[in-house]
């Protein structure tokens, strides 16, 4: 057993490490820049970068990274050793507070969405000091934001921390008209991450997971989820050596896991932290992944991250939680007091009217061909934005919109008017798991997250329209001679305005497709058609006033979007074409004519025997291989008239209209042959053999 407590944050330049490293006077300013968004100068960085190389060469570091959230989603580093030759041929170890402070990456080969020609290829790193600096396999590694040497966000990070700043300010402003000066205003977040663990042989085995993460063929297993045993189910133990490994290595990067567990799928679990600051909560989450996926390979296991790695099979997500927090305590607690009540309902009005009103952006935010295959499917919430409240919650917002009064037992009226809610019990609030957005006590879960994507867009949009919302209602009682009362009539009229986006109803059901679409509700199926919410006037607008998003880099990140579906498509189809012409064709090939064999050999033997059970099995064989062959002719041929598409926005519904349903109809074709085909002759393992094991 680790001593935790002694384990937890080691590898990190924490507060505590600095309080005990740094000089007073530099701890001061240092704490000021991480609290209150003070710049920092050199001379402090100086003197910081000392003291976090001394820490890190004492814990066995020789090289320095800017760890940076390119485009791409994932994270980015280039190692740089400490060393400094000196004249007498020996090296001393520096670090400046330039080297902390800022980096010069040759940016070029990373996506910018035309941004930044490959001729002008400098982009810089900027030290994000909110989010600690950490060692990773004897690396000291650097939390940065990205951008251009013209200052464009060429990276996740950045509008992020600027959808942060956003949100602070408009809280501020609100908090203020309820009397309340606070310092620190920031968003919170606890990311639930769910991943499959398989095993690396079969993994090995098959080319459609090692290169696109899900499996493009196999029938539906014998047993899928139906038992529900696996389900918080007992560990098996080679996987619960994988999460005791995985918590000690988190632990140690101050990264608070705290819940582990199997889940609904098969070989599927899920890992959740303790929420943190959002920033920091995401770069935790993409440690975490990294981890996984590391760490799996210690136990002959491989970590999937993919959205929907195993069709008929639940996907994977990564519920969002989160919240607003105000030096430390949470703004969307309901709380006990009257007065603290108003305040909560009008942050609670704030987040309805930001999701109703821009819900196509929330929908843009989590759009991925990964994605594509988890929302609107069974397990998953639909395509479709709505909000869950709970019962209580909603009886509330309904005696708002009609001035009527809310009874609840042990009720007490305020005499604000404003009905007092009850104290929730957070098990009230939680018993929706199809909702896409579900107020869950204290917090809002944004369920739609594929358990791939980083949460940056996410939560920079989620950030942002929040900012908006509390922006418009700051604007509209400030001055106002009867706060109470004009925040009262605002909220009923907002409220009046958004309760469509309200649903407590099972998001699952064809019903709430149609009812949606009457309440004149979004539904984005597919990501082509997400995305171009990227580009919406009203959007670009909403960024570029809140500071997140200039129109370029709007458009640019629309375009890097688009472009990396059709990559992604692009190679699945590949993929699929490859698999069925050069692993499955042959194998079904032999075994037909293993069959053609035995019924030539029993028809030379006597022809009274009875062949016909496998001459209709050889028609089955033949017709699958004609079939199969046929299909992949169909997708070479939709690739093909995909890559000619031009446009990146063509290109892109190109692949989901023409490449995907060919992969789809080649796959069937093969799936049928699964179930027919000897086991011994299948070339891949199956489903069955996958997902259960020991
Ligand atoms: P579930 O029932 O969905 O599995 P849990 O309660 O186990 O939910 O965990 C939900 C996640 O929500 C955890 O990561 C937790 O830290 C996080 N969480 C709790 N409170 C907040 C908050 N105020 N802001 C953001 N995340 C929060
Ligand atoms: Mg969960």
Redesign the pocket.
Known sequence: MPNVTELYGSLVFNDHVMQERLPRATYKLLAQTIKEGQPLNLEVANVVAHAMKEWAIELGATHYTHWFQPLTGITSEKHDSFINPSEDGRVLLSFSGKELIQGEPDASSFPSGGVRSTFEARGYTAWDPTSYAFIKDGVLCIPTAFASYTGEALDKKTPLLRSMNAISREAKRVLALFGKTVMQVST???P?QEYFLIKEEDYAERLDLILTGRTLFGSAPCKGQELEEHYFGAIRPTVARFMDELDEELWKLGIPAK?KHNEVAPAQHEL????LTTNAAIDGNLLTMELMRKLASHHGLVCLQHEKPFEGINGSGK?N???ISADGS?LLDPGSTPFENLQFLVFLTAVIKAVDEYQGLLRMSVASAGNDHRLGANEAPPAIISIFLGDELEAVVRAIVDSTEYTFTGDVRMDLGVPVLPTFIKDNT?RNRTSPFAFTG??F?FRMPGSEINLSDANTVLNTIVAKALADFADAVEGASDFAKTAQDYMKQVLTDHQRIIFNGDGYGAEWQEEAEKRGLLNLKSTPEALSQYIEPANIELFEKYGVLSKVEAESRYEVKLEHYSKKVNIEGLVTARMAHARFLPAIIEYSSVVADSIAAKKSVSSKLDTSAEEALLEKLTGGINAITANIEILEAAIKEAVATEGALANATAYREKVIPAMEALRAAVDEQEIVVGHDYWPVPTYNHMLFYT
């Not at 959740?272 to 929420?275: C, D, E, G, S, Y």
Request: cysteine-free; hydrophobic content about 30%; overall charge negative.
């Open positions: 919170t977040v606890g639930e819940t959740a932290p303790v929420f519920h939680n989160w919240s949470n939680d204290n917090k879960e």
